[in-house]
């Protein structure tokens, strides 16, 4: 065990690695002249685990709860560690454990909200999705669009536009809202949606193509033909090198096929 | 890093005689998300101050003024409501409020002037130009760094060559490709190896950043905090073209006639059902321009001081790069890749449909056009101008802005898919006119070590 273990904090595979092994070599000496700086021990872990070096990671993230097991980051470091390799149980463990000591640490609150969803807690990952999301000044579209798989359709919807209003007209999130929109049979706020992201863009044609494909679905064989015409308008008002490319050919023939006409 | 509310007036309005020395700038300026009628001054000092920019279209008139609200020694502000295609004079700070009569009776400036003028901590004039309108072509050229900040010769070197090179010639604006402050992306760094170093570059030219490795140990992409967050102003509402990602770890702009893509390949999501891989075919589906360019930093291919045949190598990011975003942009008819992480310079034929490990690749079926694209040699790369799917692309590794491979354990720089590979320091300049893309590597020595043409029609 003992030789696994010093086997696992040298790291066998920086060989896989060649551009760590300055830092590791850096570190590497750091430890030579303050063997009991726990610190240290913690750095290469993460150095390690940043390259998803699991072994050698949590072999020096033990060796540093051994030296300080209080020390800053490392419940947080031995959660990612833990839910990367798919133990989300003992993830909890430590993530508890580092927003016990340290509230406010944002990633460790966004680990743990992932922790929970991993384990099926949909109410508790919930709550630290919206503790995080709180917190965050900037937080990533990936925060609101894992929050909203976690919610029922209406809530995930007006989740994702809390994003959309934060973080402006994010194409991710607007995907995500129509699908649900759909799935809800809300085919008017979804074609609303699309209308939106249609003037927003420097390229119409697709989006009305979805809004046409959208009232199609629905049965709104009328309104789909229009938008589809619609479709066929803006690319007409392209210029004739962006119509004669290979895709845009091939929307307009689909568009023609569906029912839209030229203006 | 988000703005804080600029506040554009007329008039030098901001003069604070009191403050002019008691404050030293100490980074900076530079310049962050240029738009055709918008630029983000940033800059920082000693000591909090107010954050103000005068600026004007002639060097003894800085009539114009915007500031951000209260008082920082981190300064970020949007100049808007500027001409596209303009060049621009400025200076910052309040101790610029009031232009000096020295200055002010200047009418030309020697380049050795405005060196001394340029120097960090001093209040200075320095110029910058706004993009021109977009969508119609304009002559650009842009100087492409991966892996520069070593803080060493070498990077010094790069440098050099380069400002020789480009002599007169305005850098339009200038990508880093990732790993661009050795060895942790502190903030520290990031001074010594950016700042510090390119302080001239900074002050008259935009520049755009991807996120390297190296970076990465001092940032979060999901937070979108740490020092390369703090450091860049990005644009996540599409301020500069292109759609909105709603994040600062991958972001387009357009500039003229050509669309350019960041993507994040070491820290945000790369699953085919990820936020990014979603954001980029919106995206790459809703421009109109001639060119698209995309740059990040882990390479598809490589056979450098990394390999992309190795799972192992890089947490596999290179083969999600490969395998998962290259078949979008080549759906979406990228033309030029640009990334590091291996620190040589490695370039392809033009391709198409290689996403396996390098024993797969097949030139009849993956080399789209086997001439080296070259005008004085076999002829430049021939490609349609509307956006055609999967006509081929051209990959560049060009990650060796701050260092080499070592020279007595030479990496291999055998993957199949590039025409050449040379194992030398060095930086990457792409000019633009019209529908013609010109690309040099050039060495530290400042030797043109490969050169290509893409014509489109």
Avoid at chain 1, 34 to 48: H, I, K, V
Wanted: glycine share 8%; charged share 20%.
């Amino acid at each position: 065990m003992l030789a696994l273990v010093l086997i696992g904090l040298s790291g066998l595979s920086t060989r896989a690695h060649p551009e760590i092994e300055d830092a590791v070599a850096r570190i590497n000496a750091q430890i030579a002249a303050a063997p009991g700086e726990a610190a240290l021990y913690l750095e290469r872990g993460e150095l390690y685990a940043r390259h998803e070096d699991w072994i050698a990671a949590e072999a020096n993230y033990l060796r540093a709860d051994e030296l300080s097991p209080h020390l800053p980051r490392l419940a947080m470091l031995r959660g990612a560690l833990s839910l990367a390799t798919g133990h989300a149980t003992e993830a909890k463990t430590h993530l508890d454990q580092a927003l016990t000591r340290t509230p406010d640490d944002l990633e460790a609150l966004i680990l743990r909200a992932r922790t929970h969803a991993t384990l099926g807690a949909r109410d508790a990952a919930r709550l630290d999705y919206d503790a995080a999301l709180a917190r965050a000044s900037a937080p990533a579209p990936d925060l609101f669009l894992e929050r909203a798989a976690l919610l029922p359709a209406d809530a995930a919807i007006r989740s994702l536009d809390e994003g959309i209003a934060r973080l402006g007209s994010v194409v991710t999130l607007h995907l995500r809202a129509l699908a649900l929109e759909e799935s809800l049979g809300r085919i008017d706020a979804a074609a609303a949606r699309l209308d939106r992201l249609a003037a927003e863009s420097e390229r119409r044609e697709s989006w009305l193509k979805r809004r046409g494909d959208l009232l199609a679905r629905a049965g709104r064989v009328a309104e789909a033909r229009a938008a589809y015409s619609a479709a066929l308008a803006a690319i007409e008002s392209l210029p004739e090198w962006l119509r004669a490319a290979p895709d845009t050919v091939k929307l307009t023939a689909e568009l023609a096929r569906f029912g839209g006409t030229r203006p | 890093m988000k703005l804080r509310l600029a506040l554009p007036c007329l008039g030098l309005l901001f003069a604070l005689p009191a403050l002019q020395s008691a404050t030293t700038i100490i980074r900076g300026p530079y310049l962050q998300s240029a738009a055709p009628t918008s630029m983000v001054v940033r800059w920082r000092t000693d000591f909090a101050e107010s954050s103000i920019v005068n600026y004007g279209t002639e060097r003894a008139q800085l009539t114009s003024s915007a500031k951000a609200e209260g008082i920082s020694a981190e300064h970020i502000v949007q100049l808007t409501g500027l001409k596209p295609g303009t060049k621009y004079f400025y200076s910052v700070g309040p101790a610029a409020a009031k232009v000096p009569e020295t200055i002010k009776a200047k009418t030309e400036t020697t380049k050795a002037t405005a060196e001394v003028e340029d120097a960090p901590g001093r209040a200075a004039i320095n110029t910058f130009t706004t993009p021109p309108p977009v969508g119609p072509a304009a002559p650009m050229r842009f100087w492409v760094l991966g892996d520069p900040g070593t803080k060493n010769a070498v990077q010094a070197a790069v440098r050099d060559a380069y400002y020789n090179f480009t002599g007169t010639r305005a850098t339009d604006f200038w990508l880093i490709l990732g790993d661009n402050a050795y060895p942790d992306g502190t903030d520290s760094d990031y001074q010594k190896a950016i700042f510090e170093v390119y302080p001239k570059t900074l002050a008259t030219s935009p520049l755009w950043p991807a996120l390297g490795n190296h970076d990465g140990k001092s940032a979060n992409s999901i937070t979108q905090s740490g020092v390369y967050y703090d450091i860049f102003t990005l644009p996540t509402r599409a301020q500069a073209g292109g759609v909105a990602s709603g994040t600062e770890a991958y972001y387009s702009f357009d500039y003229a006639n050509a669309h350019f893509v960041c993507l994040d390949s070491h820290d945000s999501d790369r699953s085919p059902d990820g936020a990014m891989l979603q954001w980029l075919k919106a995206d790459l589906a809703a421009t109109s321009r001639d060119w698209i360019i995309a740059y990040f930093h882990h390479p598809p291919y490589t056979k450098g001081t990394h390999d992309s045949d190795k799972d192992t190598d890089s947490g596999a990011r290179m083969n999600d790069m490969r395998a998962v975003f290259l078949p979008v942009l080549e759906q979406g008819g990228v033309d030029l890749i640009l990334t590091g992480h291996s620190h040589v310079y490695e370039r392809s034929w033009l391709l198409d449909g290689h996403y396996g490990k390098s024993p797969t690749f097949d030139a009849t079926q993956h080399v789209k056009q086997k001439v080296t694209g070259r005008a004085d040699g076999d002829g430049v790369y021939r490609k349609p101008r509307a956006r055609t799917p999967h006509f081929g692309d051209i990959n560049i590794v060009t990650g060796s802005a701050g260092h080499a491979a070592s020279a007595t354990k030479p990496p291999a720089l055998n993957h199949p898919a590039f025409y050449l590979a040379i194992n030398e320091a060095g930086s990457t300049v792409v000019d633009i006119t019209g529908l013609k893309l010109d690309v040099v590597f050039l060495n530290d020595k400042g030797e043109k070590r490969d050169w290509f043409t893409i014509v489109k029609e």
